[in-house]
């Protein structure tokens, strides 16, 4: 038995996983999101303090963890002696698979959406888990990772890839953009800029526990965290939320219902955090190839933004740009920590004059910082009109 209380579940699992039993830990807060199902890379294990350091910014944002060795104790000692286990990744793969099968009929996971993560050649071992379960995985994402391992099965998975890794860790990159050519799903390389395999430059990890975070909120259509029920505010945003799921006063959301209803269309956050991606994807560019492209005229935007961003590029240094975008995205998570009063938009008056704000709530001034944000992007396709302040 694990320990269940106010704070959710935590407890050390035994997952059978051809003809192995794996040792794991398993996490997931009250009221969780979704699981997240981690793959250790190489010579490491459920133990690695990176893969720890990113579940734990998972926990805070609402996401289980479950962070297992592949590798039984005595396998381990054999992989010690030979590095050949750790490089099986059909037995990596499979045992993977076999625990994403268990998270899906455990007490306090079974339903959850679940995603997978994998680091080195762990991220192939995610990759194939996603491609054998196109139903239960949701989202996968590789840290430092191998996806080219994965073989055949990158053009099998649905489900949508972030791939991070490290500016400077050449070989890697190179690897990951090839194998991205090749997935079918919809796909993201992130380029961390200056970092290395190990993210251990200050501020890559904390850039790559901000990426994961956005990526998986983005994909993982779950219940969302629990907050105070007993608050007038928080039975008021309940009935805001059933009012909207139920059709009416469309487009005032940003991924929140109440805990048995979940509106599916993307909300204002998500849309920020789409368009602070792709504004660092045009600096990383930007900086990689600097000197051998005139960003002013880049031709692959989709519109008016996209052509703006890519003006920015070409007056500003792209690390200043990227800055600015991890700025970005650091507020627009710590406001839908917050969960924004968005119905607030809909009851303005005309005019940011008569504009009703108080500076004392926090769910108005949230909501008012990312219609705020999003002004920029007005002339992009998805951005709504009932987000403008």
Not at 75 to 98: H, K, P, S, V, W
Not at 177 to 192: F, G, I, S, T
Not at 262 to 277: M, N
């Amino acid at each position: 038995m694990g320990m269940a209380s106010a704070g959710g579940l935590r407890r050390p699992v035994r997952v059978p996983a051809s003809g192995a039993v794996l040792d794991g830990d398993l996490v997931v807060p009250e009221g969780a999101r979704g699981v997240v199902l981690f793959a250790h890379g190489s010579g490491s294990s459920r133990h690695s303090p990176r893969n720890r350091r990113v579940a734990a910014g998972l926990h805070d944002a609402g996401l289980g963890t479950l962070l297992l060795d592949l590798l039984t104790e005595e396998e381990e000692r054999i992989d010690a002696r030979t590095r050949a286990l750790r490089f099986d990744i059909d037995l990596l793969a499979g045992r993977l698979t076999a625990a994403a099968d268990w998270l899906g009929a455990a007490e306090g996971t079974a339903g959850l959406p679940l995603a997978t993560f994998g680091a080195s050649t762990g991220a192939a071992a995610a990759l194939i888990t996603a491609a054998d379960r196109p139903e239960a995985v949701r989202a996968v994402v590789s840290r430092g990772g191998r996806p080219d391992l994965a073989g055949d099965a990158l053009e099998r998975v649905r489900a949508p890839t972030l791939l991070v890794v490290g500016g400077h860790d050449v070989q890697v990159l190179r690897l990951n953009r090839d194998a991205a050519a090749h997935l079918a799903a919809e796909h993201e390389v992130a380029v961390v800029p200056g970092a290395t395999h190990l993210f251990e430059e200050p501020g890559a990890l904390e850039e790559v526990v901000e990426r994961t975070t956005a990526w998986l909120l983005r994909w993982l259509r779950g219940r969302p965290r629990s907050r105070d029920r007993t608050s007038g505010r928080s039975r008021a945003r309940s009935r805001v939320a059933l009012h909207r799921s139920s059709g009416q006063d469309a487009g005032m959301d940003v991924g929140w219902g109440t805990d048995d209803q979940w509106d599916a269309r993307p909300g204002l956050d998500e849309f920020l955090l789409a368009r602070i991606a792709e504004d660092d994807r045009v600096a990383a560019d930007a900086a990689e190839d600097s000197g051998r492209k005139d960003w002013s005229t880049d031709p692959r935007g989709t519109g008016a933004a996209d052509r703006r961003t890519a003006e920015h590029v070409a007056r500003h240094d792209p690390a200043r740009v990227h800055a600015e975008c991890a700025a970005k995205r650091h507020l627009v998570l710590a406001c839908r920590d917050v969960r924004p009063d968005m119905h607030f938009l809909g009851r303005r008056p005309s005019g940011m004059a008569d504009f009703p704000l108080s500076p004392r709530d926090p769910h108005q001034l949230a909501a008012l910082t990312l219609a705020l944000l999003a002004l920029p992007y007005a002339d992009h396709r998805d951005y709504r009109p009932e987000w403008r302040p």
